[in-house]
C-alpha cells in the first residue's frame, strides 16, 4: 500500500453519537445487566421481522446452542447444516451431542442445495438448518416443504439476513426458530450479542429457561414455593444473558437497520454493474427472483480457482483493501478431520471455497472507497 490511503476492512460496524448517547445512559441507570432494555429490544426486533418473541442473547452462537436446545435435539441426534458456513452452526450440535451432517451447496449463491438436504434425511435428523449464505435467503420454502414432510423443524441461522425477505416475507418469520448475531461485522452491532426469535410460546420458555442456568422463578412453572427468594433449576442451561448495556445499543442500532440496508443494496448493485465487465474471469454473486437480500457479504467467485485466487487476494491486500474468504468448508477444520470428516464430502462447497473472496461490504463504505475497490478489483483480475 503506498502513501496516505487507508486500510478498507471487508466489514466494519456504524456507530454514531446516538448510539454512544444511548450506551452513556445505560451506564448511569440502575440495570447494567437484564434489565428493561432487554425486554425493549427483543420486542422491537421481534416486531421488525415478524416474530411473536425474541429471546436476546450474549452471542449468535449461544443462539444456535438455545435454539438446537430448545427443539430437544441431543445426544445421538443429527442437525443437517450447509458446510458452507460459519463454525458456530455446526459446533452447536456438537455441544448437545449431537452430529452435525453437511449438505452440500449451490455453486453460485453459496447457500444449501435443497436436494443435498433431502438424500441426507435420517430417522436421526432431528432439524435442519438453512444458513442465508451472504444475506440471499436460501430455498426456504423447498425446505420447509420438505421439512414439513419429515416432520422436522427448521432452523434458520439468520446470522447473515437480519432485514433478507421471501416474497415480501422477513427472514424471521419463516420457521419455527431463526437465530441472529449481532456481531460488529453483521447487519447492526452490540459488540457480541445475537437473539432467537419464534412465534412458538413454549419455545420461547424454553430458550429463556437456557439463557440463564435452566432457572425459573415463574409460580406458574415451580414445583413449589417456599418464598421470596425462591426459584428453581429445571433444566442445565447456561449464562447467556445479553446485558443491558448491549440492549441499549441494539435498540439504537435497529432505528438505523433500513438505512443500512439500502445502503447495502446501493453498494451491491454498484459492484454488479462496474464488475460485469470481468464476466469471464470473475462470477458476481448469484441472486434470486422473489428474494431479497440483506448483502451481509458481496462473495465474488475467481473463477480460474485456488492458486489465481490467492494471487488476487494477495494483490487487493497489498493495496489496502482487506478482502476475505467466506467459508472454508467447516468439515475441513482439524478438529473436524479428528471426528473423522474429510475432503470430497461437499465438492460444490470446496469448489466455493478455492474461488471466493468476500468484497468490502458495510453501509459506511463510502462511494470514493468503493470506487477504489472496483479499480483495484478490475486491475487486480487482469494483473494476476
Ligand atoms: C457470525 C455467525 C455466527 C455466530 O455469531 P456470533 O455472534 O459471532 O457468535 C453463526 N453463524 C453464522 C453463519 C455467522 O456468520
Redesign the pocket.
Known amino acids: 500500500m503506498t502513501g496516505q490511503e487507508e486500510w478498507i476492512p471487508y466489514a466494519r460496524q456504524s456507530i454514531d453519537e446516538e448510539d454512544i448517547a444511548a450506551v452513556a445512559e445505560a451506564l448511569r441507570g440502575d440495570y447494567l445487566t437484564t434489565g428493561p432494555a432487554i425486554d425493549r429490544f427483543e420486542a422491537a426486533l421481534a416486531r421488525r421481522v415478524g416474530a411473536r418473541f425474541g429471546v436476546a442473547v450474549s452471542?449468535?452462537?449461544?443462539?444456535?446452542h438455545a435454539a438446537y436446545f430448545a427443539a430437544g435435539i441431543g445426544p445421538g441426534d443429527e442437525v443437517i447444516v450447509p458446510a458452507n458456513?460459519?463454525a458456530?452452526?455446526a459446533n452447536a450440535a456438537l455441544y448437545l451431542g449431537a452430529k452435525p451432517v453437511f449438505a452440500d451447496i449451490e455453486p453460485d449463491t453459496g447457500n444449501v442445495d435443497v436436494a443435498a438436504v433431502a438424500s441426507l434425511i435420517t430417522e436421526r435428523t432431528r432439524a435442519i438448518v438453512p444458513?442465508h449464505?451472504a444475506g440471499l435467503p436460501a430455498d426456504i420454502a423447498a425446505i420447509r416443504d420438505m421439512a414439513e414432510r419429515y416432520g422436522l423443524p427448521v432452523i434458520e441461522?439468520a446470522?447473515?439476513a437480519l432485514g433478507a425477505a421471501v416474497e415480501g416475507r422477513p427472514v424471521g418469520s419463516l420457521s419455527a426458530m431463526t437465530?441472529l448475531?449481532?456481531?460488529p461485522?453483521?447487519h447492526i452491532a452490540t459488540g457480541?450479542?445475537?437473539m432467537v426469535v419464534t412465534d412458538d410460546e413454549e419455545l420461547y420458555r424454553k430458550l429463556v429457561l437456557f439463557r440463564s442456568h435452566g432457572i425459573t422463578r415463574d409460580r406458574a412453572f415451580m414445583e413449589a414455593d417456599e418464598g421470596a427468594w425462591y426459584y428453581e433449576m429445571h433444566a442445565l442451561g447456561y449464562n447467556y444473558r445479553m446485558t443491558d448495556i448491549q440492549a441499549v445499543l441494539g435498540e439504537s442500532q435497529l432505528k438505523k437497520l433500513d438505512r443500512f440496508l439500502d445502503r447495502r443494496r446501493e453498494i451491491a448493485d454498484r459492484y454488479d454493474r462496474e464488475l460485469a465487465c470481468l464476466n469471464e474471469a470473475i462470477a458476481l454473486p448469484g441472486r434470486r427472483r422473489g428474494r431479497e437480500s440483506a448483502w451481509?457479504l458481496y462473495v465474488i467467485r475467481v473463477v480460474a480457482g485456488e492458486a489465481r485466487r490467492k494471487a488476487f487476494v494477495d494483490y487487493l491486500r497489498e493495496r489496502g483493501i482487506l478482502v476475505n474468504v467466506h467459508y472454508r468448508p467447516v468439515y475441513l477444520h482439524p478438529y473436524y478431520r479428528n471426528l473423522g470428516y474429510g475432503p470430497g464430502l461437499c465438492p460444490a462447497a470446496e469448489r466455493f471455497y478455492s474461488q471466493a473472496v468476500s468484497l468490502p461490504m458495510y453501509a459506511g463504505l463510502t462511494e470514493s472507497q468503493q470506487a477504489r475497490v472496483i479499480e483495484a478489483v478490475i486491475e487486480g483480475a487482469k494483473a494476476t
Not at 59 to 64: D, E, F, I, K
Open positions: 452471542s449468535g452462537t449461544a443462539a444456535l458456513t460459519f458456530a452452526t444458513v449464505f441461522d446470522a447473515h437465530t448475531s449481532f456481531h461485522v453483521k457480541e450479542g445475537g451481509h
